[in-house]
């Protein structure tokens, strides 16, 4: 069903929803947005015009409650809903729902949707249309004797898949025959939890593939187009990472063959709207179908860079009835485009997601010499903002343009180390490894690029004494601590009178916050502002000057070389202040501590222990009063169905608790007083 509307509600959340709000309003459309209640205060409510109520903080008493979206839908005389991606995007209950509610859904029939859904019969029909198939087992014959002996004729390694999958769920790699019975156990519980479904499909498992995708767009007049091929390669867990388009390497012929498949994919199931074909792409250039997502894909923005033209618009006027904007001969591709998904993740633990406040979130294109046209960056989160456990942890897309891939993938450095990110761990540092990874720059891409890299890209950081030198001066200038009190009596750094005035400062790792890995001592004192320091660390000493520059951007020199970083400065006062720099190629955190020629300050521990992150306490494992030695259990903490225990910072001892056992605690929140021995 397609007709004009004037009303759009939005039935999502996040950088999505506000991407797609913000054409709609160009566009002169009148914009719903729709929450839960932990979404209350969300940027996507506070930008659309109106905003319903849905339920509450889960999911499913919220966002994929059918009939409350289609109630907010009336309510606010919406005529035409946008899915978005997730949540309701690719239900066919809810396609049938609204077209029976009299809504438009912007995206494809329901049967569209229901083809692609069960990935069995969806190779069944790609192989009816002339579209390449992985050799493999697509049957409804599920028993298991039948599906090792498919998988023994196919050879191994298989790839065993939920027909009713997706996300990676319910998908195992089987390198021999003998491991075939337990990994085929294990993806059938995986699907009956994830789908209630544990049918099977066998695949070839390809050695070194490429994840190479065809955005394609139909419209109800039998129009279809390609709008050329992202490389989705790089993937965690069979979650894209970073995404660019056109695809490296790609030919003209192998562009065209490929685009051409998806667009008979589309037409096989009657198709309407915007929708992306997956292949599988070899080393030798065979290409197979893997799967469609009958939705916008997360990463369609690079594929807007390189073609110029807005996804969003384009699907908003094909549900309105409107043919295809563009035909095929007219579309071409300009430069080369790069997104980065950035998500509220920890990669140092296993990529555990997390929670908090966006104490800042800015990109600062200023300080890192960039224009507006180069960097595009879709965000759902502002400054302020709160990071629920409730949903999907990704926070923003980074997205860049340059004339070609070189240029591009260095205005995406850039661009990462512009990004001031505060009050909650993300996955930042991450992207900048994998970006400036020698074998990424040489585009040399599979979809295992992160395991065949792991040892480098989780390498132990080691600091140089050039950047120890660099965090002891940013420290100094971001605290204003280079302008010295006029009187030596309201110091504090081991002034001696008659006697050459040091300041000496104490750095280390974050995760070594009770130690100190470098000693910078910062020597004389400097007859102006603008003269150089003299830094030691070690027997090593540097002539070190700092000069502001636009935004949060520094350049520091030392010993006549200069770098330019993005610098911030995390805390305040003159304890345990986090100093972070980025460049293009890396991020360096390092804790900054001022201590004096005396050096009590070393010994000192915290009076307070305080919540890394937002969770509840499981238990007390001391008595107030009790004496501990550092080190020794305190309380254990659960946060995303992982416990952490807290340890004592000092000896010393617990003189009372804040929270008991089943209290619910936010990040930062103080949890015990601890008396530390002197």
Same mark, same amino acid.
């Given at each position: 069903?397609?007709?004009?509307?004037?009303?759009?509600?939005? =039935?999502?959340?996040?950088?999505?929803?506000?991407?797609?709000?913000?054409?709609? !309003?160009?566009?002169?459309?009148?914009?719903?947005?729709?929450?839960?209640?932990?979404?209350?205060?969300?940027?996507?409510?506070?930008?659309?015009?109106?905003?319903?109520?849905?339920?509450?903080?889960? =999911?499913?008493?919220?966002?994929?409650?059918?009939?409350?979206?289609?109630?907010?839908?009336?309510?606010?005389?919406?005529?035409?809903?946008?899915?978005?991606?997730?949540?309701?995007?690719?239900?066919?209950?809810?396609?049938?729902?609204?077209?029976?509610?009299?809504?438009?859904?912007?995206? +494809?029939?329901?049967?569209?949707?229901?083809?692609?859904?069960?990935?069995?019969?969806? &190779?069944?029909?790609?192989?009816?249309?002339?579209?390449?198939?992985?050799?493999?087992?697509?049957? %409804?014959?599920?028993?298991?004797?039948?599906?090792?002996?498919?998988?023994?004729?196919?050879?191994?390694?298989?790839? *065993?898949?939920?027909?009713?999958?997706?996300?990676? &769920?319910?998908?195992?790699?089987?390198?021999?025959?003998?491991?075939?019975?337990?990994?085929?156990?294990?993806?059938?519980?995986?699907?009956?939890?994830?789908?209630?479904?544990?049918?099977?499909?066998?695949?070839?498992?390809?050695?070194?593939?490429?994840?190479? /995708?065809?955005?394609?767009?139909?419209?109800?007049?039998?129009?279809?187009?390609?709008?050329?091929?992202? %490389?989705?390669?790089?993937?965690?867990?069979?979650?894209?990472?970073?995404?660019?388009?056109?695809?490296?390497?790609?030919?003209?012929?192998?562009?065209?063959?490929?685009?051409?498949?998806?667009?008979?994919?589309? !037409?096989?199931?009657?198709?309407?709207?915007?929708?992306?074909?997956?292949?599988?792409?070899?080393?030798?250039?065979?290409?197979?179908?893997?799967?469609?997502?009958?939705?916008?894909?997360?990463?369609?923005?690079?594929?807007?860079?390189?073609? $110029?033209?807005?996804?969003?618009?384009?699907?908003?006027?094909?549900?309105?009835?409107?043919?295809?904007?563009?035909?095929?001969?007219?579309?071409?591709?300009?430069?080369?485009?790069?997104?980065?998904?950035?998500?509220?993740?920890?990669?140092?633990?296993?990529?555990?997601? =997390?929670?908090?406040?966006?104490? !800042?979130?800015?990109? %600062?294109?200023?300080?890192?010499?960039?224009?507006?046209?180069?960097?595009?960056?879709?965000?759902?989160?502002?400054?302020?903002?709160?990071?629920?456990?409730?949903?999907?942890?990704?926070? @923003?897309?980074?997205?860049?343009?340059? %004339?070609?891939?070189?240029?591009? *993938?260095?205005?995406?450095?850039?661009? *990462?180390?512009?990004?001031?990110?505060?009050?909650?761990?993300?996955? !930042?540092?991450?992207?900048?490894?994998?970006?400036?990874?020698? =074998?990424?720059?040489?585009?040399? *891409?599979?979809?295992?690029?992160?395991?065949?890299?792991?040892?480098?890209?989780?390498?132990?950081?080691?600091?140089?004494?050039?950047?120890?030198?660099?965090? @002891?001066?940013? $420290?100094?200038?971001? #605290?204003?601590?280079?302008?010295?009190?006029?009187?030596?009596?309201?110091?504090?750094?081991?002034?001696?009178?008659?006697? /050459?005035?040091?300041?000496?400062?104490?750095?280390?790792?974050?995760?070594?916050?009770?130690?100190?890995?470098?000693?910078?001592?910062?020597?004389? &004192?400097?007859?102006? +502002?603008?003269?150089?320091?003299?830094?030691?660390?070690?027997?090593?000493?540097?002539?070190?000057?700092?000069?502001?520059?636009?935004?949060?951007?520094?350049?520091?020199?030392?010993?006549?070389?200069?770098?330019?970083?993005?610098?911030?400065?995390?805390?305040?006062?003159?304890?345990?202040?986090?100093?972070?720099?980025?460049?293009?190629?890396?991020?360096?955190?390092?804790?900054?501590?001022?201590?004096?020629?005396?050096?009590?300050?070393?010994?000192?521990?915290?009076?307070?222990?305080?919540?890394?992150?937002?969770?509840?306490?499981?238990?007390?494992?001391?008595? +107030?009063?009790?004496?501990?030695? &550092?080190?020794?259990?305190?309380?254990?903490?659960?946060?995303?169905?992982?416990?952490?225990?807290?340890?004592? +910072?000092?000896?010393?001892?617990?003189?009372?608790?804040?929270?008991?056992?089943?209290?619910?605690?936010?990040?930062?929140?103080?949890? #015990?007083?601890?008396?530390?021995?002197?």
């Amino acid at each position: 069903m397609s007709h004009a509307f004037d009303t759009l509600l939005v =039935a999502n959340r996040g950088e999505i929803a506000c991407r797609v709000m913000r054409t709609a !309003r160009r566009m002169g459309l009148r914009t719903v947005a729709v929450y839960s209640d932990a979404d209350a205060g969300a940027r996507h409510v506070r930008e659309a015009d109106e905003a319903v109520r849905l339920g509450p903080a889960a =999911a499913q008493a919220s966002y994929l409650d059918i009939q409350a979206v289609i109630a907010a839908a009336r309510r606010t005389g919406a005529g035409a809903v946008h899915p978005g991606y997730g949540f309701l995007s690719e239900n066919g209950d809810f396609v049938a729902a609204l077209a029976e509610a009299g809504i438009t859904f912007v995206g +494809p029939p329901a049967s569209a949707i229901a083809a692609m859904g069960d990935k069995s019969a969806a &190779k069944a029909r790609m192989h009816d249309a002339g579209v390449p198939l992985v050799p493999g087992y697509h049957g %409804d014959g599920q028993d298991d004797a039948l599906l090792k002996a498919e998988a023994d004729r196919i050879g191994y390694p298989v790839l *065993l898949k939920a027909s009713a999958g997706g996300g990676g &769920k319910g998908m195992r790699m089987v390198e021999s025959a003998e491991a075939f019975q337990a990994a085929l156990d294990g993806c059938r519980r995986e699907s009956r939890a994830a789908f209630g479904d544990d049918r099977m499909l066998i695949e070839k498992y390809l050695t070194q593939p490429r994840h190479v /995708e065809v955005q394609v767009f139909c419209d109800n007049q039998g129009n279809g187009v390609y709008l050329f091929e992202r %490389d989705c390669s790089v993937q965690r867990r069979h979650q894209k990472v970073l995404e660019e388009a056109p695809a490296p390497g790609m030919t003209e012929a192998l562009r065209r063959e490929m685009g051409e498949a998806a667009v008979r994919a589309a !037409r096989e199931i009657g198709y309407v709207g915007a929708g992306t074909v997956e292949f599988l792409l070899d080393a030798d250039n065979s290409f197979f179908f893997m799967e469609m997502n009958t939705r916008l894909q997360v990463e369609h923005p690079v594929t807007e860079m390189i073609t $110029g033209q807005d996804l969003v618009e384009w699907q908003l006027r094909v549900a309105m009835g409107e043919a295809l904007p563009m035909a095929q001969e007219a579309l071409t591709i300009t430069g080369h485009s790069f997104e980065a998904r950035l998500y509220a993740e920890d990669p140092a633990q296993d990529f555990l997601p =997390a929670t908090g406040t966006l104490n !800042r979130f800015e990109l %600062d294109l200023a300080g890192a010499g960039l224009e507006p046209a180069q960097v595009r960056l879709d965000s759902g989160v502002a400054s302020g903002d709160a990071v629920s456990m409730h949903y999907d942890p990704m926070l @923003a897309k980074l997205i860049v343009h340059g %004339d070609d891939r070189e240029q591009a *993938l260095a205005t995406l450095n850039r661009a *990462l180390a512009a990004l001031d990110i505060q009050g909650v761990t993300t996955n !930042r540092d991450f992207l900048q490894r994998l970006a400036t990874h020698p =074998a990424f720059r040489a585009a040399e *891409l599979d979809t295992r690029f992160i395991e065949h890299h792991e040892a480098e890209l989780f390498a132990p950081r080691h600091y140089t004494a050039e950047e120890y030198a660099s965090a @002891a001066l940013v $420290g100094l200038h971001q #605290l204003g601590q280079e302008r010295e009190s006029d009187s030596p009596w309201d110091r504090h750094d081991g002034f001696r009178l008659n006697a /050459e005035h040091t300041i000496r400062i104490a750095l280390c790792a974050p995760n070594r916050i009770d130690d100190a890995d470098a000693l910078v001592t910062v020597e004389g &004192k400097r007859a102006a +502002p603008g003269d150089p320091w003299r830094l030691r660390i070690g027997d090593q000493a540097f002539d070190a000057t700092l000069q502001p520059l636009d935004g949060d951007a520094v350049a520091v020199t030392l010993d006549g070389h200069r770098r330019r970083l993005q610098t911030r400065l995390v805390g305040e006062g003159r304890e345990r202040n986090l100093v972070v720099m980025v460049d293009p190629r890396r991020e360096t955190r390092l804790f900054w501590r001022r201590i004096d020629a005396i050096d009590h300050g070393r010994h000192e521990a915290e009076s307070t222990l305080t919540a890394p992150m937002h969770g509840t306490v499981v238990t007390l494992l001391v008595q +107030p009063g009790e004496r501990v030695e &550092k080190g020794m259990a305190l309380m254990v903490m659960e946060a995303m169905k992982m416990e952490h225990t807290l340890t004592a +910072p000092a000896n010393g001892q617990v003189e009372s608790f804040h929270f008991q056992a089943g209290d619910t605690v936010g990040q930062g929140d103080v949890l #015990l007083e601890f008396a530390a021995d002197e």
